[in-house]
């Protein structure tokens, strides 16, 4: 029993008192070091948790942006499908048109090429003209 007593109060002594308060102010340095530490921490991660939520809405806006530059660009692209059809079928209606015109043009021509009816022998300016030249004799001869 005594031995412990001794223990307990070597313990006690003012030498490991002593001791003892240099080991608790290393330990409180060591906790205000940290603590400076954690608050310098807290503070770096707060300005780079700002700094990255800037930038996420500067992204966001950015999107935004883009999204309707797509959107705008899809109708631009459909308005030019529009106009490209449009397009299509007024050339589908020229060219049927000068197809009708070569139609046309081509059966003048067929029909210039093809000949005409002989006309009627009676109609003829020659026969015409004998017949009258063959009057006008038979008018002379009869007079004398």
Same mark, same amino acid.
């Given at each position: 029993m005594?031995?412990e007593?001794?223990?307990?109060?070597e313990?006690?002594?003012?030498?490991?008192?002593?001791?003892?308060? +240099?080991? #608790?102010?290393?330990k409180d !340095?060591?906790?205000? *070091?940290?603590?400076? /530490?954690? &608050?310098?921490?807290s503070?770096?991660?707060?300005?780079k948790?700002?700094?990255?939520e800037?930038?996420?809405e500067?992204?966001?806006?950015?999107d935004?942006?883009l999204?309707?530059?797509?959107?705008?660009?899809?109708?631009?692209?459909?308005?030019a499908?529009?106009?490209? +059809?449009? #397009?299509?079928?007024?050339? !589908?209606?020229?060219? *049927?048109?000068?197809k /009708?015109? &070569?139609?046309?043009?081509?059966?003048?021509q067929?029909?210039?090429?093809?000949?005409?009816?002989?006309?009627?022998?009676?109609?003829?300016?020659?026969?015409?003209?004998?017949?009258s030249?063959?009057?006008?004799?038979l008018?002379i001869?009869?007079?004398k």
């Amino acid at each position: 029993m005594e031995c412990e007593l001794r223990k307990i109060l070597e313990e006690v002594s003012p030498k490991s008192i002593e001791r003892m308060n +240099r080991l #608790l102010s290393v330990k409180d !340095e060591e906790i205000a *070091k940290l603590k400076d /530490e954690v &608050r310098l921490m807290s503070a770096h991660w707060k300005l780079k948790t700002k700094g990255l939520e800037t930038q996420l809405e500067k992204q966001r806006r950015t999107d935004q942006e883009l999204k309707k530059k797509v959107v705008k660009l899809e109708f631009c692209l459909q308005e030019a499908g529009s106009q490209t +059809r449009k #397009l299509q079928r007024m050339g !589908e209606k020229r060219d *049927k048109a000068i197809k /009708e015109l &070569r139609d046309q043009i081509t059966g003048k021509q067929w029909n210039e090429s093809v000949p005409r009816e002989k006309p009627n022998f009676w109609d003829t300016s020659g026969f015409k003209i004998v017949v009258s030249m063959s009057m006008l004799l038979l008018v002379i001869v009869s007079k004398k």
